[in-house]
């Protein structure tokens, strides 16, 4: 705690920045007090800015758009300590340049994914996958390991090929495949904590137009039987992306309802030109006609993911997100979900919704902190990764509710972590413990080291990211 005469110090500080800032993710669930919010109009005052901040060792936490469920992204509270603390934005890094030569785009730390990828387009190119929604910072998906659904594609990370970072002293390095390959393994998935990435390269591709394919099925209680269909069509489908099964609560019961329908969709490429109709129905998050079977055609972006317009429904949700080598999907999905009816009984807070079980595939790689790394996969596993999410969604904003849901979220990592060699979503529920970190991310030690070199006085770290990734010599970083 601040004592009053820092505190009228603190007073004064904001003073001269104008005013306090206080930091909310897009649900509002995570929140912090920091002395300012800090918008860069170009690299170059970025680098000055924490040149001058470097001295006082001030907390400083870059962000993106604030679209995650846990608290990754999140200040150094200003009542926890004596030093500054600061959001940082580089939303005005918005420069962008296209080569058609080599099939890259180098753009500004401003950029969303939605802009980017209406850029892309405009210039007759395209991503090979996306996320489904859009609403995030580029950076910032990139950071975390966000990814789309195919066993043969990697997250969107995989596709940065360079980048200009700023570390706390404000020195810049540029990190690329060709000059420090291995480095940059590091830098892909940063989760915000090797500095400040300005600029991004990524390989992009031409116009890819796909067929989406919708189809409806039948739901069973019969876990073991569902998954194992599953299975079989991930097998036959390269991209496929299942929403389901869905429950309702059922507030007489006080228990959920299977659905009697769910429904999946896949996606493949295509030489048909005709017509560009699956921005038609968006179907994210439940929004739209989406228990029908139908196809659509479209160019990659719009017929993956979805722009904000096409989000009908904001409520809170808590959400896990775990992958897990592909060959144990079936019978995890089915204990997931038997798991998840054991804690029915102890949810008991008001307003529960709706809750969707969601499943994708996703090719391994070797980003250091990447969910679906391969360094620790034993003989016999074929490196495609597979992803089981669950949305608890509610039908009122009551945090009582979404925390009871969360709590109970966290439990599916203690109850199979092990057994199935999971990894969650660095930005969806993702529970501290360092031990299980290091066995799930062999390369964690090579991590650190370079935190430590782009970081000696742990100002980029809060209480998550010293957790999680146990980084010991910040144990005292809100005093130090
Ligand atoms: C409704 C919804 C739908 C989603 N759908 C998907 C999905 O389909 N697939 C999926 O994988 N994920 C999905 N996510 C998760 C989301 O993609 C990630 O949480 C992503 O990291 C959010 O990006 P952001 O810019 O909003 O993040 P923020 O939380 O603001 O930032 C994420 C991280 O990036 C770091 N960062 C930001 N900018 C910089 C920078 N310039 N330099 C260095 N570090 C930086 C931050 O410090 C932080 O650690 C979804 C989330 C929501 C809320
Ligand atoms: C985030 O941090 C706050 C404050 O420490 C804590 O109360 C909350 O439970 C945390 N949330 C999650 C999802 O871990
Ligand atoms: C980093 O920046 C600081 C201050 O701007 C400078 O004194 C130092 O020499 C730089 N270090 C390196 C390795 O460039
Ligand atoms: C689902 O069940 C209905 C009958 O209840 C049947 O007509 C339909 O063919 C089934 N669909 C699938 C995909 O099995
Ligand atoms: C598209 O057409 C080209 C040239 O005819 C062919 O080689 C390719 O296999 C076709 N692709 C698909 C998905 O039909
Ligand atoms: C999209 O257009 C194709 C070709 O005309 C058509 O077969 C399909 O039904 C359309 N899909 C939707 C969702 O309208
Ligand atoms: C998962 O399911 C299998 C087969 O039903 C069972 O043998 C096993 O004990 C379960 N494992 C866990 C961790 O729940
Ligand atoms: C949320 O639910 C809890 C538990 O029932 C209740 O005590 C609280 O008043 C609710 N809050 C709001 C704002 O409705
Ligand atoms: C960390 O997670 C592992 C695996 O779930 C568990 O065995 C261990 O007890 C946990 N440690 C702590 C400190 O929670």
């Not at 008991?348 to 307003?351: N, Q, R, T, V």
């Given at each position: ?244 099964p869905h429950f309702n609560w059922d507030?007489?019961t006080q228990s959920w309802a299977l659905e ?77 979900t038997?798991?998840q009816q054991?804690q029915t009984?102890?949810m008991?807070?008001?307003?529960n919704?709706q809750m ?36 608890w ?88």
């Open positions: 705690m601040a004592s009053p005469k820092l505190a009228l110090l603190l007073v004064l500080l904001h003073a001269a920045f104008g005013s306090a800032y206080r930091w909310f993710n897009w649900q509002f669930e995570v929140t912090c007090e920091s002395d300012a919010y800090i918008a860069p109009e170009n690299e170059a005052a970025t680098a000055k800015f924490l040149q001058e901040q470097y001295h006082k060792g001030s907390h400083i936490k870059v962000v993106g758009n604030g679209h995650g469920f846990g608290n990754l992204t999140t200040c150094v509270d200003n009542s926890l300590t004596e030093k500054p603390t600061y959001i940082v934005s580089l939303t005005n890094l918005k420069h962008l340049k296209v080569n058609k030569a080599d099939m890259t785009v180098t753009f500004g730390a401003g950029w969303d994914v939605d802009d980017l990828t209406e850029e892309l387009k405009d210039n007759g190119l395209s991503f090979n996958h996306l996320g489904v929604e859009r609403v995030q910072n580029f950076v910032g998906a990139t950071s975390t390991g966000t990814h789309g659904s195919g066993s043969n594609i990697g997250n969107i990370a995989s596709q940065v090929v360079g980048l200009r970072v700023l570390d706390s002293q404000g020195n810049l390095s540029v990190i690329d495949k060709k000059h420090n390959a291995e480095e940059l393994k590091a830098f892909r998935i940063s989760l915000g904590a090797l500095g400040l990435i300005t600029e991004m390269t990524i390989q992009v591709q031409p116009t890819l137009l796909m067929k989406k394919t919708t189809k409806v099925l039948n739901a069973t209680s019969d876990y073991s039987k569902m998954y194992k269909d599953l299975a079989q069509l991930y097998k036959e489908h390269e991209r496929m992306t299942v929403w389901g507030a007489d009697p329908t769910y429904f999946l969709s896949w996606w493949e490429p295509t030489n048909y030109t005709d017509v560009r109709n699956c921005t038609l129905n968006y179907c994210a998050n439940g929004c739209g006609d989406c228990k029908k079977e139908y196809i659509c055609y479209d160019e990659m972006i719009d017929a993956v993911s979805c722009p904000p317009e096409g989000v009908c429904a904001r409520e809170f949700y808590a959400e896990i997100e775990h992958f897990l080598p592909i060959e144990y999907y079936a019978e995890a999905a089915a204990n997931y038997l798991f054991a009984p102890r008991k807070a008001p307003y919704h969707v079980f969601q499943h994708r595939t996703l090719r391994g790689d070797d980003a250091y902190m990447s969910p679906v790394n391969t360094y620790n996969l034993g003989p016999g596993l074929s490196g495609v990764f597979a992803i089981i999410e669950i949305d969604i509610q039908e009122y904003n009551n945090f009582t509710t979404l925390w009871q849901n969360q709590e109970l979220a966290f439990e599916f990592l203690t109850q199979f972590g092990e057994t199935y060699n999971v990894r969650p979503h660095w930005n969806k529920m993702s529970p501290p413990n360092a031990t299980y970190t290091l066995e799930k991310f062999p390369k964690l030690p090579e991590f650190l080291a370079i935190q430590e070199r782009q970081d000696p006085k742990c100002q980029f770290v809060n209480e998550f990211l010293v957790q999680q990734l146990g980084i010991t010599r910040c144990a005292g970083f809100l005093s130090n």
